[in-house]
């Protein structure tokens, strides 16, 4: 059976308690639509009351720390998360690689935590702009994958992955329709050798500059599981578009 379209909104560092209107809105309308699957990412301080406020939709963390707990000021464990109420985490967000010196070894070690912790995992890749302009950029993605994702028993069953161009991530720009086929086709080939089978039915994301006007484009694109959203997921009217525009393409 083919999974349902996943939705999922990254509100990085933005959002205090008024932003559980948005989450409130936002499950309302996904209660409406159930062949989408909605999740957001709000910021660790609005996890709990988030999944207090809401019903239908997943919620998650945006990382977790490689350890399980200990003297690690500041940081947040994965099981923390999971007691706050996420189901799964964002691990490898390319804003992490760059700005927190995150290799492909220690997303993998947070990937293998987080499923530890009980939680699925949406891990991130994506290539720099310099890597695209040297013809790089599926070579490059192929091997974040073979370093950073998750090993253990069944962790394709609880895994997706984000594959996110470091030049589009909020910047509004995007790559062509081919240029993510390509590269959701190559990820695709590559969760093969490495789950086998289980491999086939990992969910693949598209991220990067995704709004209601390109949505349905890039969503029909062959081997694009959902969106995960950045900038458009911080109100609820833009990323229900989204939503919306991924329930259409459900029906046709
Ligand atoms: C992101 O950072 O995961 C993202 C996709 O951001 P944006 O949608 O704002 O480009």
């Given at each position: 059976?083919?999974?349902?379209r996943?939705?999922?909104?990254?509100?990085?560092?933005?959002?205090?308690?008024?932003?559980?209107?948005?989450?409130?809105?936002?499950?309302r309308?996904?209660?409406?639509?159930?062949r989408v699957?909605?999740?957001?990412?709000?910021?660790?301080?609005?996890?709990?009351?988030?999944?207090?406020?809401?019903e239908?939709?997943?919620?998650g963390?945006?990382?977790?720390?490689?350890?399980?707990?200990?003297a690690?000021?500041?940081?947040?464990?994965?099981?923390?998360?999971k007691?706050?109420?996420?189901?799964?985490?964002?691990?490898?967000?390319?804003?992490?690689?760059?700005?927190?010196?995150?290799?492909d070894e220690?997303?993998?070690?947070?990937?293998?935590t987080a499923?530890?912790?009980g939680?699925s995992?949406?891990?991130c890749?994506g290539?720099?702009?310099?890597?695209?302009?040297?013809?790089?950029?599926?070579d490059?993605v192929?091997?974040?994958?073979?370093?950073?994702?998750?090993?253990s028993?069944?962790?394709?069953?609880?895994l997706?992955?984000?594959?996110?161009?470091?030049?589009?991530?909020?910047?509004g720009r995007?790559?062509?329709?081919?240029?993510?086929?390509?590269?959701?086709?190559?990820?695709?080939?590559?969760l093969?050798?490495?789950?086998g089978?289980?491999?086939g039915t990992?969910?693949?994301?598209y991220?990067?500059?995704v709004k209601?006007?390109?949505?349905?484009?890039?969503?029909?694109v062959?081997?694009?599981?959902g969106?995960?959203?950045g900038g458009?997921s911080?109100?609820?009217?833009?990323?229900?578009a989204i939503?919306?525009a991924?329930a259409?393409?459900d029906?046709s």
């Amino acid at each position: 059976m083919k999974s349902l379209r996943y939705i999922v909104g990254n509100w990085k560092m933005n959002g205090t308690r008024a932003m559980l209107n948005e989450a409130r809105a936002i499950d309302r309308a996904a209660a409406r639509l159930p062949r989408v699957q909605v999740a957001v990412a709000p910021p660790a301080t609005l996890l709990f009351r988030t999944r207090e406020a809401v019903e239908i939709i997943g919620v998650g963390g945006q990382d977790c720390h490689v350890e399980e707990s200990g003297a690690y000021t500041g940081d947040v464990a994965a099981a923390m998360l999971k007691d706050a109420g996420a189901d799964f985490t964002i691990v490898g967000h390319s804003e992490r690689r760059a700005m927190h010196g995150e290799t492909d070894e220690i997303v993998k070690a947070k990937a293998e935590t987080a499923l530890g912790a009980g939680l699925s995992v949406i891990v991130c890749v994506g290539e720099t702009e310099a890597e695209r302009d040297a013809g790089n950029a599926e070579d490059v993605v192929a091997r974040q994958l073979a370093n950073s994702l998750p090993r253990s028993e069944n962790a394709a069953d609880k895994l997706s992955v984000a594959y996110e161009p470091v030049w589009a991530i909020g910047t509004g720009r995007v790559p062509s329709t081919e240029d993510v086929a390509a590269m959701h086709a190559r990820i695709r080939a590559t969760l093969v050798e490495i789950y086998g089978e289980a491999g086939g039915t990992v969910r693949i994301l598209y991220g990067g500059s995704v709004k209601a006007e390109n949505a349905t484009e890039l969503l029909a694109v062959e081997e694009v599981g959902g969106a995960l959203v950045g900038g458009a997921s911080l109100s609820a009217e833009s990323f229900l578009a989204i939503v919306g525009a991924a329930a259409s393409l459900d029906e046709s």
